[in-house]
Protein backbone atom coordinates (compact mmCIF):
# COMPACT_ATOMS: atom_id res chain seq x y z
CA UNK A 1 0.00 0.00 0.00
CA UNK A 2 1.71 3.49 -0.60
CA UNK A 3 2.36 5.71 1.77
CA UNK A 4 -0.81 8.24 3.22
CA UNK A 5 1.24 10.82 3.30
CA UNK A 6 3.00 12.12 0.47
CA UNK A 7 7.41 13.10 0.94
CA UNK A 8 6.13 16.97 0.27
CA UNK A 9 3.28 16.61 2.60
CA UNK A 10 3.85 17.84 6.88
CA UNK A 11 4.98 15.24 8.58
CA UNK A 12 2.02 13.99 10.95
CA UNK A 13 3.43 16.26 14.12
CA UNK A 14 5.37 19.50 15.31
CA UNK A 15 6.71 20.05 18.38
CA UNK A 16 7.37 23.95 19.66
CA UNK A 17 10.39 24.70 21.42
CA UNK A 18 11.48 20.71 21.33
CA UNK A 19 14.51 21.70 23.73
CA UNK A 20 12.76 23.09 26.27
CA UNK A 21 13.18 22.49 29.90
CA UNK A 22 10.35 24.35 31.40
CA UNK A 23 7.89 22.27 33.32
CA UNK A 24 5.03 22.31 30.44
CA UNK A 25 4.12 20.13 28.57
CA UNK A 26 1.13 21.55 26.17
CA UNK A 27 -0.55 19.57 23.93
CA UNK A 28 -2.82 20.50 20.75
CA UNK A 29 -4.73 17.41 19.25
CA UNK A 30 -6.98 19.58 16.66
CA UNK A 31 -4.48 22.24 15.68
CA UNK A 32 -4.91 21.63 12.01
CA UNK A 33 -7.36 20.98 9.24
CA UNK A 34 -4.87 19.52 6.63
CA UNK A 35 -6.28 16.62 4.78
CA UNK A 36 -3.48 14.48 3.00
CA UNK A 37 -3.70 14.19 -0.60
CA UNK A 38 -3.95 10.66 -0.79
CA UNK A 39 -7.62 11.24 0.70
CA UNK A 40 -9.07 13.58 -2.15
CA UNK A 41 -10.55 15.94 1.00
CA UNK A 42 -12.65 13.02 2.12
CA UNK A 43 -15.58 13.48 -0.28
CA UNK A 44 -15.97 16.97 1.66
CA UNK A 45 -16.36 20.84 0.10
CA UNK A 46 -13.64 23.01 1.59
CA UNK A 47 -16.04 24.86 3.47
CA UNK A 48 -16.73 22.25 5.62
CA UNK A 49 -13.33 20.93 6.41
CA UNK A 50 -12.96 24.58 7.24
CA UNK A 51 -15.39 24.72 10.04
CA UNK A 52 -14.97 23.24 14.08
CA UNK A 53 -15.66 19.68 12.74
CA UNK A 54 -12.63 19.80 10.79
CA UNK A 55 -10.22 21.18 13.62
CA UNK A 56 -10.47 23.41 16.68
CA UNK A 57 -10.07 26.78 15.31
CA UNK A 58 -7.70 29.55 17.14
CA UNK A 59 -6.40 26.27 19.66
CA UNK A 60 -2.71 25.98 17.29
CA UNK A 61 -2.09 30.19 17.73
CA UNK A 62 -2.76 29.82 21.24
CA UNK A 63 -0.87 26.93 21.90
CA UNK A 64 2.06 28.87 20.20
CA UNK A 65 1.52 31.87 21.53
CA UNK A 66 1.66 30.01 25.57
CA UNK A 67 4.26 28.11 24.62
CA UNK A 68 6.49 30.72 23.79
CA UNK A 69 5.40 32.56 27.54
CA UNK A 70 5.42 29.54 29.51
CA UNK A 71 8.84 28.26 27.85
CA UNK A 72 6.48 24.81 27.46
CA UNK A 73 7.09 22.02 25.56
CA UNK A 74 4.26 21.77 23.03
CA UNK A 75 3.13 19.38 20.17
CA UNK A 76 0.45 20.21 17.26
CA UNK A 77 -0.96 17.64 15.46
CA UNK A 78 -0.89 18.69 11.49
CA UNK A 79 -4.05 17.01 10.40
CA UNK A 80 -7.49 16.87 10.93
CA UNK A 81 -9.55 15.07 13.48
CA UNK A 82 -11.64 14.39 10.64
CA UNK A 83 -8.50 11.79 9.34
CA UNK A 84 -8.41 10.27 12.82
CA UNK A 85 -9.21 12.32 16.00
CA UNK A 86 -6.21 11.95 17.76
CA UNK A 87 -8.15 12.31 21.22
CA UNK A 88 -10.64 8.97 21.07
CA UNK A 89 -9.27 5.48 21.19
CA UNK A 90 -8.53 4.09 17.38
CA UNK A 91 -11.11 1.95 16.82
CA UNK A 92 -13.79 3.30 18.58
CA UNK A 93 -16.69 4.92 16.14
CA UNK A 94 -15.65 8.65 16.95
CA UNK A 95 -11.82 7.83 16.02
CA UNK A 96 -12.48 8.20 12.44
CA UNK A 97 -15.69 9.65 12.22
CA UNK A 98 -18.67 8.77 9.47
CA UNK A 99 -20.88 11.72 10.57
CA UNK A 100 -19.73 14.20 12.31
CA UNK A 101 -22.48 16.29 14.34
CA UNK A 102 -25.00 16.88 10.66
CA UNK A 103 -22.06 16.11 8.84
CA UNK A 104 -21.48 12.96 6.60
CA UNK A 105 -18.02 12.43 5.81
CA UNK A 106 -17.69 10.01 2.55
CA UNK A 107 -14.14 9.11 2.55
CA UNK A 108 -14.42 7.96 5.99
CA UNK A 109 -17.71 5.40 4.84
CA UNK A 110 -16.42 1.66 4.90
CA UNK A 111 -12.70 2.28 4.78
CA UNK A 112 -10.75 -0.87 5.45
CA UNK A 113 -9.28 -2.17 8.34
CA UNK A 114 -6.07 -1.99 6.43
CA UNK A 115 -6.38 2.19 5.65
CA UNK A 116 -7.80 2.38 8.88
CA UNK A 117 -4.47 1.04 10.67
CA UNK A 118 -2.46 3.09 8.14
CA UNK A 119 -3.94 6.51 9.28
CA UNK A 120 -3.39 5.14 12.51
CA UNK A 121 1.02 4.26 12.18
CA UNK A 122 0.77 7.23 9.99
CA UNK A 123 -0.53 9.72 12.11
CA UNK A 124 -1.79 9.11 15.48
CA UNK A 125 0.95 6.53 16.21
CA UNK A 126 4.00 9.17 15.59
CA UNK A 127 1.57 12.48 17.67
CA UNK A 128 1.45 10.16 20.59
CA UNK A 129 4.85 7.86 20.25
CA UNK A 130 6.16 12.01 20.42
CA UNK A 131 4.47 13.18 23.98
CA UNK A 132 5.38 9.88 25.59
CA UNK A 133 9.23 10.37 24.27
CA UNK A 134 9.41 13.58 25.86
CA UNK A 135 7.10 12.65 29.15
CA UNK A 136 9.68 9.51 29.50
CA UNK A 137 12.63 11.88 28.90
CA UNK A 138 11.01 14.06 31.55
CA UNK A 139 10.44 11.38 33.88
CA UNK A 140 14.16 9.77 33.85
CA UNK A 141 15.30 13.34 34.60
CA UNK A 142 13.17 13.86 37.57
CA UNK A 143 11.59 16.59 36.05
CA UNK A 144 8.08 18.03 37.77
CA UNK A 145 5.52 18.62 34.69
CA UNK A 146 2.46 19.92 34.65
CA UNK A 147 0.20 19.18 31.32
CA UNK A 148 -2.17 21.04 29.72
CA UNK A 149 -4.51 19.49 27.05
CA UNK A 150 -5.31 22.83 24.63
CA UNK A 151 -9.09 22.64 22.76
CA UNK A 152 -11.57 24.98 21.54
CA UNK A 153 -15.18 24.39 21.07
CA UNK A 154 -17.92 25.87 18.65
CA UNK A 155 -20.15 28.66 19.80
CA UNK A 156 -23.40 27.27 18.35
CA UNK A 157 -23.38 22.96 18.02
CA UNK A 158 -26.65 21.91 17.08
CA UNK A 159 -28.31 24.67 16.72
CA UNK A 160 -27.83 25.90 20.54
CA UNK A 161 -25.40 28.95 21.54
CA UNK A 162 -23.00 28.35 24.41
CA UNK A 163 -23.03 30.86 26.27
CA UNK A 164 -19.77 29.77 28.36
CA UNK A 165 -16.63 31.42 27.24
CA UNK A 166 -14.25 28.77 28.36
CA UNK A 167 -14.35 25.36 30.61
CA UNK A 168 -11.65 23.31 32.32
CA UNK A 169 -12.40 19.24 31.83
CA UNK A 170 -10.92 16.75 33.83
CA UNK A 171 -11.48 12.94 34.87
CA UNK A 172 -10.41 11.78 38.35
CA UNK A 173 -7.39 14.24 39.03
CA UNK A 174 -9.30 17.55 39.43
CA UNK A 175 -6.03 19.54 40.99
CA UNK A 176 -4.63 21.41 38.35
CA UNK A 177 -7.92 21.94 36.57
CA UNK A 178 -9.71 22.71 39.97
CA UNK A 179 -7.25 25.28 40.82
CA UNK A 180 -7.07 27.00 37.57
CA UNK A 181 -11.15 27.17 37.36
CA UNK A 182 -10.68 29.05 40.36
CA UNK A 183 -8.56 31.72 39.27
CA UNK A 184 -10.14 32.28 36.20
CA UNK A 185 -13.86 32.28 37.98
CA UNK A 186 -12.41 35.53 39.82
CA UNK A 187 -11.79 37.65 36.63
CA UNK A 188 -14.56 39.72 35.96
CA UNK A 189 -16.99 39.11 33.47
CA UNK A 190 -15.84 35.88 32.40
CA UNK A 191 -18.37 32.50 31.95
CA UNK A 192 -16.45 29.57 33.27
CA UNK A 193 -17.48 25.68 33.09
CA UNK A 194 -16.40 23.51 34.94
CA UNK A 195 -16.55 19.81 33.04
CA UNK A 196 -19.26 21.01 30.68
CA UNK A 197 -19.93 20.96 27.77
CA UNK A 198 -17.78 18.19 27.36
CA UNK A 199 -15.90 15.91 30.25
CA UNK A 200 -13.22 13.33 30.18
CA UNK A 201 -13.55 10.03 30.39
CA UNK A 202 -11.26 7.05 29.99
CA UNK A 203 -13.56 6.31 26.77
CA UNK A 204 -13.97 9.84 25.13
CA UNK A 205 -10.43 10.84 25.47
CA UNK A 206 -7.06 9.68 24.75
CA UNK A 207 -4.71 12.12 25.50
CA UNK A 208 -5.56 12.82 28.90
CA UNK A 209 -6.02 9.05 30.72
CA UNK A 210 -3.28 7.54 28.49
CA UNK A 211 -0.55 10.77 29.00
CA UNK A 212 -1.45 11.78 32.24
CA UNK A 213 -3.79 10.10 34.93
CA UNK A 214 -1.41 6.41 34.02
CA UNK A 215 1.41 8.50 34.83
CA UNK A 216 -0.21 10.48 37.98
CA UNK A 217 0.86 13.74 36.37
CA UNK A 218 -1.34 17.32 37.06
CA UNK A 219 -3.29 18.05 33.99
CA UNK A 220 -6.12 20.41 32.73
CA UNK A 221 -7.65 19.64 29.36
CA UNK A 222 -9.00 23.57 28.62
CA UNK A 223 -11.25 24.62 25.90
CA UNK A 224 -11.69 27.80 24.60
CA UNK A 225 -14.71 29.13 22.51
CA UNK A 226 -13.94 29.52 19.29
CA UNK A 227 -15.14 33.17 18.39
CA UNK A 228 -13.04 34.51 20.83
CA UNK A 229 -9.49 32.98 19.60
CA UNK A 230 -10.37 33.07 16.00
CA UNK A 231 -8.74 36.20 15.68
CA UNK A 232 -4.92 37.93 16.64
CA UNK A 233 -6.46 40.20 19.59
CA UNK A 234 -8.56 37.30 20.89
CA UNK A 235 -5.85 34.98 21.12
CA UNK A 236 -2.87 37.38 22.44
CA UNK A 237 -5.90 38.32 25.60
CA UNK A 238 -6.40 34.01 25.75
CA UNK A 239 -2.39 33.70 25.88
CA UNK A 240 -1.55 36.50 28.64
CA UNK A 241 -4.52 35.13 30.83
CA UNK A 242 -3.67 31.63 30.55
CA UNK A 243 0.07 33.07 30.85
CA UNK A 244 -0.44 34.40 34.21
CA UNK A 245 -2.83 32.13 35.72
CA UNK A 246 -1.38 28.70 34.92
CA UNK A 247 1.88 29.61 37.16
CA UNK A 248 -0.73 30.67 39.62
CA UNK A 249 -3.00 27.80 39.69
CA UNK A 250 0.32 25.33 39.41
CA UNK A 251 1.49 27.11 42.99
CA UNK A 252 -2.20 26.68 44.36
CA UNK A 253 -1.58 22.72 43.89
CA UNK A 254 2.01 23.06 45.30
CA UNK A 255 3.76 23.11 41.96
ZN1 LIG B 1 -10.27 19.59 20.38
Request: aromatic share 8%; glycine share 6%.
Amino acid sequence: MPSLLACDEPKPFHVIQPASVGRWVITCDHASNRIPRALGRLGLPDAEIARHIGWDIGAAAVTQGLAARLNAWAILQNYSRLVIDCNRHPGTPTSIPVRSENTDIPGNVGISPEHAAQRRTEIFDPYHAAIAAELDTRARAGRATLFVALHSFTPVYDGAARAMHAAVLYNRDVRLARALFHRLAAEPGLIVADNEPYRVTDESDYGVPVHCERRGLPYVEFEIRQDLIAQAEGQAAWIDRLASLLPLAACDIGF
